[in-house]
């Protein structure tokens, strides 16, 4: 059986110890595991795998003892993959900069869901160290193999002008080559 932990709380050290030690001292396997911070917000994601089932016990031991330390924990068990498209996808990049705007994320996010493309990750920073003034967003995306890439740039580009964004989009092989260090 597999599990997806999520914990959110204010930022300090030894979170991610702490989780790891106890999903181990319950004898659960970490697999997969995404953390990040935004604004002093601790936020992570861990799937892991546990051998006997134990479910009570792994649920309460880790709502204790992580609310202890004044975190929000969420437990479930892993869904089975699903399949949104049976065609081939291809992974590209869309890259947003400008002035903050409410709705900017939803529309955008709007565009990439009429287009059925599918975001696996997103990133929006503001006031970062290159861009001060100004946010800067990436959007992961899958994109299926009957969706006119034309189409869809012109959209994107359309709708980011509108709400004060320049707006590229790459295929991931092509921006990983770019930014490459």
């Not at 932990?5 to 991610?16: A, E, H, K, Y």
């Not at 917000?41 to 479910?55: G, R, Y």
């Not at 009570?56 to 609310?67: A, E």
């Not at 479930?76 to 949104?84: F, G, M, N, S, T």
Request: overall charge neutral.
């Amino acid at each position: 059986m597999k599990a997806v932990l999520s914990v959110l709380g204010q930022d300090r050290p030894g979170i991610v110890a702490k989780i790891s030690s106890l999903l181990a001292a319950l004898e659960c396997n970490i697999e997969d595991v995404s953390q990040t911070i935004l604004q002093g917000e601790f936020a992570a994601i861990f799937i892991f795998s546990l051998q006997d089932i134990k479910w009570d016990n792994i649920v309460n031991t880790l709502k204790k003892d992580l609310s202890q330390d004044g975190l929000t924990v969420k437990i479930k068990e892993l869904a089975k993959p699903c399949v949104w498209t049976n065609k081939k996808t291809e992974q590209f990049i869309i890259t947003a900069i400008g002035s903050d705007r409410v709705g900017q994320i939803a529309k955008l996010t709007q565009i990439i869901a009429d287009f059925n493309c599918n975001i696996f990750n997103l990133k929006a920073s503001y006031k970062s160290d290159i861009y001060p003034d100004k946010i800067v967003m990436f959007y992961e995306i899958e994109i299926p193999e009957n969706i006119s890439l034309k189409k869809l740039k012109e959209r994107l580009i359309e709708v980011g002008k509108s709400l004060g964004l320049e707006i590229i989009l790459q295929h991931k092989n092509i921006f990983e080559n770019i930014h490459r260090i």
